[in-house]
């Protein structure tokens, strides 16, 4: 069974940073999209960002030229570098991926989440 570990969360003063890491491990063919959702309180949960495994990357608007998605040397992580915080960015944030486990392909995985406050 694939499972995520995420960590890096934690509280921080507006205009601050902090980085998210995120490992897969278990049975994986292969990693085809790794990305990082969010759910601020009593919103839905909506996509930051993601990674292919052929390096493309797309972000929410609200976090372009701040956050940055990274996938790590070891193919199954994913990091998200997250500069000049608003007090907005609070929330919980998910790790999550689209992998392939032979012969089953496309399946998905979540991570427990890691919460990030950003006070003002």
């Known amino acids: 069974q694939v499972q995520l570990v995420e960590s890096g969360g934690g509280l921080v003063q507006a205009g601050g940073s902090l980085r998210l890491s995120c490992a897969a491990s278990g049975m994986i063919s292969s990693m085809n999209i790794m990305g990082w959702y969010r759910q601020a309180p009593g919103k839905q949960r909506e996509l930051v960002a993601a990674?292919?495994?052929?390096?493309?990357?797309n972000y929410v608007d609200s976090v372009k030229g701040r956050f940055t998605i990274s996938r790590g040397n070891a193919k199954n992580t994913v990091y998200l570098q997250m500069n000049s915080l608003k007090p907005e960015d609070t929330g919980v944030y998910y790790c999550n991926a689209v992998y392939d486990s032979l012969p089953a392909r496309y399946l998905e995985v979540w991570g427990q989440g890691t919460l990030v406050t950003v006070s003002s």
């Open positions: 990674a292919t495994s052929g390096g493309s990357t």
